[in-house]
């Protein structure tokens, strides 16, 4: 009798697992269907946040068996860097303790069925927030020194903005925005991605994410579909680096300290 009872019991536990597991599976599916980049760690965490709790470890063992996984098509090359006029390099073993700390910006190319456009963005480095972003057909310096002085505006100052060398960001009208709010300029060794490497993920993040997959056919639908997602990523996209927090949330859990105390 004893035996018995012990395999009823298994069989009614094993029976709940696999329960258990389908409903865990339709939400992985439901989540990939919305979220097809995410991997095993985003997904669980958008599951616990929105559904069930469930783990890692568990979402990693479904998908697995269930043969599912993220989209990442493969890696685009990057553009040459030129030699232009050069600022110090402020950020090596330097800790980033708040918003508005560290500013960084870059510019991607993106190629369209009509022609190609760039894009910059500038980011906080404490939060990895998206702060603003701009798309133009052409390498004017200050249609980009514009966007600066409006995120300026519009944020604050921060205490340190880092680039790459590029010549819109060496130019007299990008730096003498820097200038006039006391932002100390820092800019990435020749050739030396990872100095700026929360910028490139964030490149990486977006293609990888959204343009490689909606594959856009105008202007307008890219800067639509690159609204939609940045919203996205301040607002709902789990970032490991911050503790599995959104940019933004990150970004408002810090009181923003004025610059005298950022200089100190």
Not at 24 to 49: D, M, N, Q, T, W
Not at 172 to 193: F, P, Q
Not at 208 to 218: A, F, G, H, L, T
């Amino acid at each position: 009798m004893l035996g018995i009872s012990r395999s009823v019991a298994y069989y009614k536990r094993e029976r709940t697992v696999q329960e258990r597991d389908l409903v865990i599976l339709e939400h992985i599916r439901s989540v990939l269907a919305r979220l097809p980049f995410y991997g095993y760690r985003k997904v669980a965490r958008e599951i616990c946040a929105k559904h069930m709790q469930t783990s890692e470890k568990q979402v990693r063992r479904i998908m697995k068996r269930a043969g599912l996984q993220a989209i990442f098509p493969g890696r685009n090359l990057s553009k040459a860097r030129q030699e232009h006029k050069k600022y110090p390099y402020l950020l090596a073993g330097k800790i980033i303790r708040y918003p508005n700390q560290v500013w960084a910006t870059d510019l991607t190319y993106i190629k369209l069925p009509s022609g190609h456009v760039y894009l910059m963005a500038i980011i906080d480095l404490y939060s990895r927030k998206v702060l603003n972003w701009i798309i133009t057909n052409t390498l004017d310096a200050p249609i980009f020194a514009n966007c600066l002085r409006e995120t300026i505006e519009r944020y604050g100052s921060p205490a340190i903005f880092n680039t790459d060398q590029g010549c819109q960001f060496t130019s007299e009208c990008w730096t003498n925005v820097l200038h006039e709010y006391g932002v100390a300029i820092s800019m990435d060794g020749k050739n030396r991605a990872l100095d700026n490497i929360y910028v490139e993920r964030l490149w990486r993040s977006l293609k990888y994410e959204d343009i490689y997959i909606k594959q856009y056919e105008s202007v307008r639908d890219l800067r639509q579909g690159i609204d939609r997602y940045f919203r996205f990523y301040n607002t709902e996209r789990f970032h490991q680096g911050i503790g599995y927090l959104t940019p933004d949330e990150m970004y408002q859990s810090f009181q923003i300290v004025d610059l005298a105390e950022q200089a100190a």
